[in-house]
């Protein structure tokens, strides 16, 4: 597999701004819809250390 490599003017695919009640808590940048998935798999996983929050997901225009 060939590396990617990210730098200025790369814009997300996606941000996810994870909350709970009105504080915002965490951030994920996503680069691709294979990376939110994998992100999103956290917080239905009841084990999984952001299933205690809400995801408010952002795309890139």
């Not at 003017?9 to 939110?36: H, M, Q």
């Not at 250390?49 to 890139?60: D, G, K, L, T, V």
Request: glycine share 6%; with cysteine; hydrophobic share 35%.
């Amino acid at each position: 597999m060939n590396p990617i490599f990210l730098g200025f003017g790369v814009k997300p695919y996606a941000v996810i701004i994870w909350r709970k009640g009105d504080e915002n808590k965490s951030k994920t940048i996503c680069f691709d819809e294979c990376e939110l998935q994998t992100a999103l798999a956290m917080h239905i996983n009841p084990n999984g250390f952001y299933h205690r929050y809400e995801p408010q997901i952002y795309y890139s225009a």
